[in-house]
């Protein structure tokens, strides 16, 4: 069974920084990508960033300039700053894996979810 475990959430000011952490962990899998979503109320769930096996990075444009995505081994992290009230949002962490056993099968596997919230 894997497990995505994220931290690092909660309420910081307009203009501040906040980083999220995910960590996956289990038994014989590879990480293709890794991923942050958010979702706010009212509105779709959208891709934040993506970092690729290789390191390739993506953003949304809102968002370009301001968050960082990284991994380091099984952990990703995004680090966000110059945050705005429209960057509030739960942030979920999604990761494309591949079972190293039979079947081989690959999955994505998602995070709990992370409040945050950028509020003076």
């Known amino acids: 069974q894997v497990q995505l475990v994220e931290s690092g959430g909660g309420l910081v000011q307009p203009g501040g920084s906040l980083t999220l952490s995910c960590a996956a962990s289990g038994n014989s899998f590879i990480i293709f990508d890794m991923n942050w979503y958010r979702q706010a109320p009212g509105k779709q769930r959208e891709l934040v960033a993506s970092i690729t096996r290789g390191g390739s990075t993506t953003y949304v444009e809102s968002v370009k300039g301001r968050f960082t995505i990284s991994r380091e081994k099984n952990t990703v992290s995004l680090q966000m700053n110059a945050l705005k009230p429209e960057d509030t949002a739960v942030y979920y962490c999604?990761?494309?894996?591949?079972?190293?056993?039979?079947?081989?099968?690959?999955?994505?596997?998602w995070g709990q979810g992370s409040q945050v919230t950028v509020s003076s």
């Open positions: 999604n990761a494309d894996l591949g079972m190293t056993t039979p079947p081989f099968a690959r999955t994505d596997y």
